[in-house]
C-alpha cells in the first residue's frame, strides 16, 4: 500500500514537473534566439530584451495570485487551466508578424507559466515530511535552475538549424502531451477552501511592479531625468508601499506579508534576490556578447553554457541533501563564493577573450546556483508554519520574478549606458566594456550576499 502511495505520489509530481520545466524554460528559451528576432524586426537590444523581461513580469504578477488560487482551486483543475494558456500562448507566438504581437504571445505564456512553479513547490511541500524536502526540492531545482540555463544551449541549436520560431512549435508540441497527460494522470492534493482575490490589491501590486521595471528599463534610453524613466519609477514605488500597507490591513490579502515578522524567512528573500538578479542577467546578457560583440553563431553561445547547465542538473539534488545534512549556514556561503568567482570573472571579457574561458567560468557560476536557488526556498519556507507554506511559496516566487526581471533590465541598462558613455572608438569595444560593467555591478551585489551568509547564518541557525 505504501509502495503504490509512493508511486502515486512520483507520478503526480512527475506530471506538475514537467509542466513547470516547459514553462521555466521558456522563460530563457530566446536568450540565443534573441540577435535573430531583433534583426526580423529590427528593434535594438534595450527593446528586445523586453520579451525576456515582460515575461518575467507577467509571471511575478501571477505568482503573486498563486496562494489564492492554490488554497482556491483544485490542483487538477488549476494545472489543467494555466498549461491551456500557456499553450495558447506559444501558438500565437508562432504566427507573430511584429515585434509587438510576439511580446502579447509571450505575456500569454507567462500568465500559464506564472503558477507552474509555485504549484510544483507546493505539493512537494505537502506531500514530503519535512526532514526529507532538502532532498524533495533537489529534485525540483532541475526545473528552477536548470530549464532556464539549458534554454539558450537548445534556443542556439534550434534557432542555427530552423530558426526561432521553431522553439514555439517545440513548446506547443510537448505542452498538447503534458495537458493529455494531465487530464488522464493528476490527481488533486490537498482541500480547497472558499475564499475571494483582493482586485484593488492585484492592481496595486502590477502597476507598482510594473512602473519600477519600466522606469529601470527606460533609464537605458532616456536617463534618470527623463520623465519617462522617474515618472513610472515614482509611481511603482507608491503603488508598492500602498499596496504593502493594504495587505496588513485587509482580512484576506493577496500576499500575507506577516510572514516576513519571521527574520529567517526576511533573510532568504534577501539572498534570493541576489542570486537570482545574477542568474537571468548573464542569461541575456552572455549570449548578446558572444553573437552581437563577438560575431559567433547562436548554437556557440548556447553550447558554451551547456557544461554549467549539466553541472546545475546534476548539483541539485545533491545541494538538496547537503542542506537537510549539514544546515544552511554551509550551503549558503560555499554558494556565494562560486558564483562570485564565476561572475567576477566575466568583469575581465576583451574581443578575443577565449570561448573555454565563458565556459569554464559559467561552470562556477552554476556551481553556485546549485548551492543557493532550491536550498535557500527549501530553507525559508520551512521556517514557516504549516498554514502559511502557500503563502511563502507564493512570496518568494513573486519575489524571485521581481528578481530576475529587475536584474535583467537593470544590468542590461547598465550596459548600454556604460557602452554610450565609453569614449572607446570602436563601437564593438564600447560594448564589451558595458558588458564588464555590468558584471562587476553584479558582483557587488553578489558581496553583499557573502556578507549576509557569513554573518547571519550562525552553526546552531540550521
Known sequence: MELESSKKRNLIIAVIMIGAFISSLSMSLLSSALPSIMRDFKVTANIGQWLTTIYMMVMGIMTATTAFLINRFSTRKLFMFSMSIFLI?????????????????????????GVMMPLLQVVVLKLFPIEGRGRAMGV???????????????????????GWRSLFYILTFISILVIISAY??????????????DILSLILYALGFCGIMLGV???????????????????????????????????????????????????????????????????????????????????????????GSVLLAVLSPLTGHLLDKYGARSVFITGMIFLLVGTLAFSFLSSNTPLIYLSIMYCFRMIGLAFLLMP?????????????ISHGTAIINTIRQMAA???????????????????????VLASIHGVNISFEVSSVLIIIGLIISILYFKKDRN
Not at 535557500?376 to 502559511?388: A, F, I, M, P, R
Not at 542590461?412 to 554610450?420: G, Q
Open 89 to 113: 500562448g506559444c501558438i500565437f507566438s508562432m504566427f507573430a508578424n511584429n515585434f509587438i504581437y510576439l511580446v502579447i504571445s509571450r505575456m500569454l505564456q507567462a500568465a500559464g507559466a
Open 140 to 162: 525540483v531545482g532541475l526545473v528552477v535552475g536548470f530549464a532556464p540555463t539549458i534554454g539558450p544551449t537548445l534556443s542556439g541549436l534550434v534557432v542555427d538549424s530552423f
Open 184 to 197: 488522464f494522470l493528476l490527481e488533486n492534493i490537498g482541500t480547497t477552501m472558499k475564499s475571494s482575490l
Open 217 to 307: 528599463t527606460n533609464e537605458g534610453s532616456y536617463g534618470w531625468i527623463s520623465v519617462s524613466t522617474y515618472l513610472p519609477f515614482v509611481i511603482g514605488v507608491i503603488c508598492l508601499l500602498v499596496f504593502t500597507l493594504r495587505q496588513f490591513k485587509i482580512k484576506t490579502p493577496l500576499l500575507e506579508l506577516r510572514v516576513f515578522k519571521n527574520h529567517n524567512f526576511t533573510v532568504i528573500n534577501i539572498l534570493i534576490i541576489l542570486a537570482y538578479m545574477a542568474l537571468m542577467s548573464a542569461t541575456v546578457i552572455i549570449p548578446i556578447y558572444v553573437q552581437s560583440m563577438r560575431g559567433y553563431s547562436a548554437f556557440y553561445s548556447g553550447l558554451l553554457m551547456l557544461p
Open 376 to 388: 535557500l526556498t527549501t530553507w525559508g519556507v520551512s521556517s514557516l508554519d504549516e498554514k502559511y
Open 405 to 427: 526581471a529587475a536584474g535583467t533590465a537593470m544590468l542590461v541598462t547598465v550596459m548600454v549606458t556604460a557602452a554610450k558613455n565609453n569614449k572607446n572608438t570602436s563601437q
